[in-house]
Every structure is written in structure tokens, then in C-alpha cells.
């Protein structure tokens, strides 16, 4: 599946896989730790899960990540912007 074509252009079958993936989706906290070992990027997660990457797994992650922030930070300001009475 590319999820990097327009939804538009993507089957029914992978719009249902898509949205049934979304629903298994966890909520995830602040890491409680975040080490290196053996070249590997270990993180624990705030329920106590742990899962590893290589560095650069892990730098392209971090990237990707702060990307989202951002963007979802400046959805949240907009959002509340509209909501100001005019």
C-alpha cells in the first residue's frame, strides 16, 4: 500500500485497512527513558513497553515526529482562533 497517494486514489481495500489500523491505535505518553545500546535506540514507553530502531530509524523518527507536532500545534491554535467570537 503507498500511503503517500492521495486518499482519493487509494482501493476500498486499503481505505478499510487504513481506518481499521487507526482504530488499534494507542495512546502514547512521554517516554519514561530513551538509551543506546549496542547501536540500537531503545525506548520505553509510559506504559513500561519497550521497542528499539537503529540510529537512523530513530533520527528520521524524530523528524517526522516534529513535524507532526508542529503541524498539529498550529491546527490546535487555528481551531481555537475560530472558536474567538468576531
Do not use: C
Not at 509510559?46 to 521497542?51: K, V
Amino acid at each position: 500500500m503507498d500511503l503517500d497517494k492521495p486518499r482519493s486514489l487509494l482501493t476500498h481495500a486499503e481505505q478499510q485497512r487504513i481506518t481499521e489500523n487507526l482504530a488499534r491505535a494507542k495512546q502514547y505518553g512521554r517516554p519514561r527513558k530513551v538509551w543506546v545500546e549496542d547501536g540500537h535506540v531503545f525506548v520505553m514507553g509510559y506504559d513500561g513497553e519497550i521497542f528499539s530502531m537503529s540510529s537512523d530509524d530513530a533520527i528520521e523518527m524524530g523528524r517526522m515526529l516534529r513535524e507532526a507536532g508542529a503541524d498539529s500545534l498550529v491546527n490546535q491554535v487555528m481551531d481555537e482562533e475560530y472558536k474567538l467570537p468576531r
